[in-house]
Every structure is written in structure tokens, then in C-alpha cells.
């Protein structure tokens, strides 16, 4: 597998009117209400970008300035666009200049503290409102931290001359693209630095790069996100709250992430625009987060039966009363025990030879939930019987009969029923092949170390967790 423009990854250079191409990570781009703001401070005209005319940014009836204005609705009293000042934008509307206050706030927007780049985006060269230079890797894998290096690489060389960045490409796109947990180095030339070499790291979990699971433990209890999770897995209806955008997207996303191997099969919208709001009267599944802001209008709403959750105050706005009786209850407990003592658990990998990726809060946060679904239906794959044409089959009954404990057999006949599952198993009969992703990796240990007979319990759990954390030590 090569990294080739039109197969795993290109890299796409917008100036001027026209904007950049979307992909899975772009450098000097903005967030959603970042890049709002600037359209009232840079008018242009529609270009052509590819195969696409643009809308002009100032005008008001172009889809993403009204989905905008849907998501903002009446200014709230917190301005959920953290240190972007609002009143600022509206009034910058009205003028085609760069002005002195809006240069001002752009330079705060990108302020050290609160962005990840410490430098305000670049301007092509002219006169004139001009927007930012952008570069942007659109590929089918979210390897985010390879892609952020090579942006640094092209950031650096496109400081001295644009002339530098495109031989520097050339010789990434003829390397092959690095294997789950493989390292390729790639050999350049750089005026007055002579030959050098850039060894881009491919991470063997990729899935957790985009995902921050410390702002689900700074806005929630271990207990409380448990009852979410178990909400979740059994597709129920789901509604998050929050004063900033920023709240929303990152739990929304790590929530979801916590599912895996499964992947939620349902209405996913982290941010529900305000006009949008009659969605969560719908009777199918869903999980959507709303700002704070529309908290009034959420409760004048005729909603079925759903959880929401107050995310700035860890409480629950509306409940079923019954997330705790969800999940088996010795597993339940596992889950909260081993949480609790995340910082324990990462300080101890980190005092050993572990590679890096271990001795963080998502690789912990993973294991954990990982551990929980190689216990309730890691052996699925015993059931997967394979015909004489070569076409497999699961064994619903024999598979959850199987289990020797009646709260994990209670717990699976309903989860059985889940469009999640069912399109795990599907997923599973329909491959060529045995899948050899980190679950299953998992799921191969389990079913060699650990008897037949022994039961599931919280000394299993948490002794089974530790001896898949030391496996992540291994260097594959």
C-alpha cells in the first residue's frame, strides 16, 4: 500500500477565495465557530475548487451560514465559543476591511493556552482581505498524528519557499505507507540543512487519535458514565447538554468510542442545531448533544423516554431509573473499580519499559472497555460455523446459552437484539478472512489463558485487564 494522491492520501493546497477540500485533518484550518467568525472578516467571491463552485462566505443564505446561525441561535449569557467574541463578529460583519480589533481577536483565537498551534494562520502575500493558506491530508485512515508530522514538514519548508514543498511530497508519495505499529523512513534535501530524514511512526491503534476521553472523566462521574455507556449499548435515546461546542463534540465522539469493537448504528449529531431540535421527539435511537442554551425549549418538548445528561453538572436532567441494572453486576462493578484506579493503573505502566502509547488515559480507558466485551461475548467466534460452500453462520442460541453466568446470559439476550450486534456478527460472517483487529487479539488471549470453568467476576476482570496492559508492552 502506497500513499499515493488519489488512493490512501493527497495533500491539497487552497489560497485566496477558495476553500480547502475536506479531509480527516487539516493545519491552520479552524474549528467550526473559528471559521464563522472569519467569514465576516474576509469577503470573497465564489470559486471554483475542484468540481465545485463555492457560496460566497458573506452571504447569509449559503447553507453553512445558516446552519450557523441555527446552532448559535439567541446569544446565550456563556459564550460557547469559548474566547471567540461574538459581538465582535456581528459588528465585523459590516465592514469589507481588516479592521485593527479584528486582527486583534484572530491573534486571540490562536492564542498558546487555548489552541493547539501557537501562531496565527498565514496569509498569502498581496494586498486586500485575503484568506489563509491551507493544507489538508485527506485520507481513508485516521492516523492523525503521522499526517500532523508531515503538515509540520510541508508548514516548515512552505516558511522558506513554496518551491520547497512539492519535491518533499514527490518523495512521500513514492515511500509505501507504514503498516499498524511499523516506522518508514523518508529521505529529503533542504537548502543550507543538506540531506535529511523523516521517520513517520504508524500507530497500531489509530482509532484513539481523534478521541479525548479526559473531558468525559472532567464532566462525569465514573458512575454516571457507566449508566451512559450501558444506555448506549442497549441503543436507547441519549442527550447530552453543555455550555460550549467543544464539550459536545469531545464526549460525544469518546462516548461512542467507547463501544468498539461495536459502533453505534443510530442518529449521531454532537451538536444539534436549534432549529433542528424537534429531532429528539423521534422514537428511534439517537445521540445528540445540545447547548445549553436550548435547554428550554428541550423541556417543553414532548420527548419518549430518553436519558439526559447535564454534562456541566454531572447530573441527570431526565432518567429511566434503571441504567444501574443494565449491565451484569459483577462485571458493572469491575468497570467502576478499574476507572477509579485509571491513575494508579497509568503510573504503574509508566514506571515500566511500555511503549508510549500505553501509559496514557485513552489506552487505559480502551483496555478497560475492551476487557468488558471479551468477557460478555468474546467467544463468538466458537459459534461461527462455516458450511461446505464456505459461507459462516452464527449460533445465536448456542452462543448465549454458553455462558455460565445467568446475569451475562440475562444481559445478552437483550443486547443480542441490538442493530449493533447484528451488524458485528454480520461483519464477521461475511469476511474472507479471520478479523485481526485489537479486539481480537484480545479475545485469541482470553480464550487461550483463562479455563472454561472460571467464572466471570471483578478478580477476573481486573486480573485479566492487567495481563492484557502487559501485553501492550510487547513490541509487535
Given amino acids: 500500500m502506497t500513499m499515493t494522491a488519489n488512493k490512501n492520501s493527497s495533500i491539497t493546497h487552497g489560497a485566496g477565495g477558495t ?9 491552520k484550518s479552524f474549528e467550526f465557530e473559528d471559521a464563522s467568525s472569519l467569514q465576516s472578516l474576509y469577503p470573497s467571491s465564489p470559486t471554483e475548487n475542484g468540481t465545485e463552485n463555492q457560496p ?14 441555527d446552532i448559535v441561535g439567541d446569544l446565550p449569557k456563556e459564550n460557547p465559543y469559548e474566547d471567540v467574541d461574538l459581538k465582535s463578529r456581528r459588528a465585523g460583519r459590516k465592514s469589507q476591511q481588516l479592521s485593527e480589533n479584528s486582527l486583534d481577536s484572530l491573534h486571540r483565537m490562536w492564542s498558546p493556552q487555548d489552541r493547539k498551534y501557537n501562531s496565527p494562520p498565514t496569509q498569502p502575500s498581496g494586498k486586500g482581505p485575503r484568506l489563509p493558506e491551507v493544507y489538508c491530508v485527506i485520507s481513508r485512515l485516521g492516523c492523525f498524528g503521522l499526517f500532523s508530522k508531515v503538515l509540520d514538514e510541508v508548514e516548515r519548508r512552505r516558511g522558506i519557499s513554496a518551491a520547497l514543498v512539492y519535491p518533499f511530497m514527490r518523495s512521500l508519495m513514492e515511500s509505501p505507507f507504514p503498516a499498524p505499529g511499523k516506522t518508514i523512513k523518508v529521505k529529503t534535501f533542504l537548502p543550507g540543512a543538506g540531506n535529511e530524514v523523516l521517520e513517520l511512526r504508524r500507530p497500531m491503534d489509530s482509532r484513539l487519535e481523534h478521541v479525548d476521553f479526559e473531558c468525559l472523566f472532567t464532566c462525569l462521574s465514573v458512575r454516571q458514565l ?33 463501544l468498539y469493537p461495536f459502533s453505534w448504528q443510530h442518529t449521531f449529531i454532537p451538536v444539534l442545531p436549534a432549529s433542528m431540535i424537534d429531532i429528539v421527539c423521534c422514537p428511534t435511537p439517537f445521540l445528540v448533544g445540545l447547548l445549553s442554551s436550548s435547554l428550554p425549549k428541550l423541556k417543553e418538548l414532548p420527548v419518549e423516554e430518553a436519558l439526559m445528561v447535564n454534562l456541566g453538572s454531572d447530573r441527570f436532567i431526565r432518567q429511566m431509573d434503571d441504567e444501574d441494572t443494565l449491565l451484569p453486576r459483577k462485571l458493572q462493578a469491575a468497570l467502576e473499580q478499574a476507572l477509579e484506579r485509571k491513575n494508579e493503573l497509568i503510573s504503574q505502566d509508566s514506571d515500566s519499559d511500555s511503549d508510549d502509547e500505553c501509559n496514557t488515559l485513552n489506552g487505559l480507558v480502551s483496555e478497560v472497555f475492551i ?3 471479551v468477557e460478555t461475548v468474546g467467544h463468538y467466534s466458537l459459534f461461527l460455523t462455516q458450511s461446505e460452500k464456505g459461507e459462516r453462520a452464527f449460533q445465536r442460541e448456542a452462543f448465549r446459552k454458553s455462558v455460565a453466568s445467568k446475569s451475562i446470559r440475562r444481559f445478552l439476550e437483550v443486547f443480542m437484539e441490538s442493530q449493533m450486534f447484528a451488524g458485528f456478527i454480520q461483519d464477521r460472517e461475511l469476511r474472507k478472512c479471520r478479523a485481526k483487529g ?25 486480573r485479566g485487564l492487567g495481563n492484557k496492559m502487559k501485553f501492550l508492552h510487547k513490541k509487535n
Fill in 56 to 69: 460566497k462566505f458573506g452571504s447569509k443564505s449559503t447553507l453553512e451560514e445558516n446552519a450557523y446561525e
Fill in 19 to 27: 476553500k480547502a477540500p475536506r479531509g480527516t485533518l487539516s493545519r
Fill in 226 to 258: 457507566i449508566r451512559i455507556f450501558a444506555s448506549l449499548l442497549l441503543e436507547r435515546r441519549v442527550i447530552f447538554v453543555a455550555d460550549k461546542l467543544s464539550t459536545l463534540s469531545s464526549c460525544s465522539h469518546a462516548v461512542v468510542a467507547l
Fill in 438 to 462: 485489537l479486539f481480537e487479539q484480545r479475545v485469541e488471549q482470553y480464550l487461550e489463558e483463562l479455563p472454561d470453568t472460571e467464572q466471570s467476576g471483578m478478580n477476573k476482570f481486573l
Fill in 371 to 373: 476487557r468488558f466485551f
